[in-house]
């Protein structure tokens, strides 16, 4: 027998390079992430806040003017600047793909991302690739780390970082328009350096960062009106009579044309009715912004194709009779083709896999929530009519900060949930995972916080009379995982014992309802060896990464294998599915983290 030949395969150029950009690229993020602040040196950044808030802006400033950026070069840049509460994320969305159909190069940067930090950093509609993240990012943080002992030790932190990079980007891709999603607030966020915008939006206000911004409307709203700039054109969402008083007051002391955009329906456009690409009756209000802010920024650098605005009603805006509303206008088939062809995941996004349905939506204030309820509500049902059989929901749910979470769940309940998993927004700093790492928190504190989430949904459950089953995962810290253990922020811990335990002596005859903490892996107990061989490929990845929602589905999508169900201790309340829904929501990291697990475009 003649002997073994090892076959050596060579490895193609491509695939070389492939391999050193994405370990440049994680060098880079394990860098980024260094910029973080952990929570005892984030509290002292909040108790200082107030005195430290003004400097924000000449900060950021002077870290620009050390990489080289002057605010002349970022005069240049062409900027539409949005701030709001909810909906400026999904108004610059629109704006960047009406201008992008309309021939324009464009440069958009947002916060948080979802799966990969290069999100944030967008040029014609994608991410900014990791080839070219590597080199903006070095030829920034080098310029910056080469000047660090002459300014004090001075360095930006995490999002100041960015920001600075973004703007660097959007200058060497030399894009035509820079659309620039605020982060926190308007009046001191680091986005805020630019000088002379071409217009400015603010898109719906509600509560939410009140700690950073005040828990009035009225705080919040002189905030947001940070970013109006003397002389530059603004627009905003309908507002309620309070917020809209600020920011005309504060739009008048910049000589800030303010105007309130229009009914979406009030747009003349041919043929039949269109579907906007993102799903939502919000995304109506956001769309109408966006056509105001892009119509005007097309005006202004002389680019419209057809006739102008005829320029603002004469009558004052309900609630605030001096702020004018915006005319509406003819749409051209480009701006719909914007409009329709716009994507901006985890907002009303739904993926379907067989006999799982993953509902994902970022709600994290009031009225986001409700918008979110009222769109599952509507989808699910319909989905649910469509189908012969059992028909699961479940709440897969995460909060951070300092949000009311009575408030926050109070709608979820009319959602008639069989499940309820709740997760801490912890991450592992692992080599695999980089780019959702987050030290701002600690275990300790995002347990706290999840614990408390648990407490106020069972609660609700009572004050509801609901009748509601209350468990608890039993979970353990497992230090050193690895990729296929770890999804995003939303991360848990490990099952020690692969059962879920009593958390309190409610009447087990008067429950229905399954709460619990989810894990972010089973470990390599038996109870793995389960996992691993039984799940169907539609949802293996996902349920792996949560046990807790894997032991409340398992039954449902395998059939009626009592000791597959014995081993894998399936709630009572979902056996015998025929499918199951999952709405997410509650926190960008969770909807991230699950849509970095589900979903083909990150496989």
């Given amino acids: 027998m003649s002997p073994l030949v090892k076959t050596w395969v060579p490895i193609s150029r491509e695939l070389t390079k492939k391999i050193d950009v994405n370990k440049k690229y994680e060098e880079c993020v394990q860098t980024l992430n260094s910029l973080q602040s952990n929570e005892q040196i984030l509290e002292k950044i909040q108790q200082a806040r107030d005195k430290n808030a003004p400097l924000y802006v000449s900060n950021i400033i002077k870290w620009a003017s050390r990489v080289g950026m002057t605010l002349d070069d970022i005069d240049t840049l062409k900027v539409i600047h949005v701030s709001g509460t ?157 917020a809209l008083k600020v920011l005309y007051e504060r739009a008048k002391e910049k000589e800030c044309h303010l105007q309130v955009v229009p009914d979406f329906t009030s747009y003349h456009r041919p043929g039949e009715k269109f579907k906007l690409g993102i799903a939502g009756k919000i995304q109506k209000v956001n769309a109408s912004l966006a056509l105001q802010l892009t119509r005007t920024w097309m005006e202004t650098q002389g680019a419209t194709k057809e006739e102008t605005l005829n320029g603002a009603n004469a009558e004052g805006v309900k609630g605030h009779v001096n702020i004018q509303a915006a005319k509406s206008f003819p749409l051209m088939q480009s701006v719909i083709d914007g409009l329709v062809q716009c994507k901006w995941l985890c907002r009303n996004q739904t993926i379907k896999k067989n006999k799982l349905t993953y509902y994902l939506d970022g709600a994290h204030t009031l009225e986001s929530i409700q918008q979110c309820v009222d769109w599952f509500h509507k989808h699910s049902k319909r989905e649910a009519n469509s189908i012969s059989g059992k028909v699961v929901k479940i709440l897969l749910y995460n909060t951070k900060g300092d949000r009311d979470v009575t408030r926050l769940l109070r709608p979820l309940m009319s959602c008639g949930f069989d499940a309820a998993v709740f997760c801490p927004n912890i991450s592992y700093t692992s080599s695999s995972v980089s780019d959702t790492t987050n030290m701002n928190f600690s275990m300790e504190t995002q347990l706290k916080k999840c614990q408390n989430i648990i407490e106020t949904w069972k609660e609700l459950s009572r004050s509801n009379r609901n009748n509601i089953e209350i468990e608890e995962v039993n979970t353990e810290v497992q230090n050193g995982m690895t990729k296929s253990e770890l999804t995003a922020d939303c991360n848990l811990y490990n099952l020690s014992s692969g059962h879920c335990q009593s958390l309190d002596n409610v009447d087990q005859s008067k429950q229905n309802d399954y709460t619990a903490s989810s894990s972010s892996s089973r470990g390599t107990d038996s109870t793995d060896d389960c996992t691993q061989k039984q799940l169907a490929t539609d949802f293996d990845s996902f349920v792996v990464k949560f046990p807790c929602i894997y032991d409340a589905l398992l039954w449902a999508s395998h059939g009626r294998d009592q000791n597959l169900k014995d081993a894998c201790n399936v709630p009572a309340q979902v056996n015998g599915a025929d499918h199951v829904q999952i709405l997410v929501t509650g926190g960008m990291h969770l909807v991230g983290g699950v849509l970095g697990i589900v979903s083909d475009d990150y496989k």
């Fill in 86 to 242: 909810k909906g400026k994320g999904s108004t610059c969305a629109y704006c960047e793909s009406i201008l992008r159909h309309q021939g324009f190069k464009t440069g958009f940067y947002s916060s948080p991302h979802l799966v990969e930090v290069r999100e944030r950093i967008r040029v014609n509609g994608q991410p900014l690739s990791r080839d070219k993240f590597v080199s903006y990012f070095w030829d920034v943080f080098n310029k910056l780390e080469a000047t660090k002992e002459q300014n004090n030790g001075s360095m930006p932190a995490y999002f100041a970082f960015l920001t600075l990079m973004a703007y660097y980007t959007f200058l060497h891709e030399e894009t035509d328009v820079a659309i620039i999603e605020v982060g926190i607030g308007g009046q001191y966020d680091y986005t805020n350096m630019v000088r002379t915008p071409v217009v400015c939006g603010v898109s719906s206000l509600g509560i939410d960062h009140v700690s950073n911004l005040g828990n009035t409307i009225e705080k919040i709203a002189w905030h947001k009106a940070g970013i109006f700039k003397y002389g530059v054109p603004a627009y905003t969402s309908p507002q309620c009579p309070e």
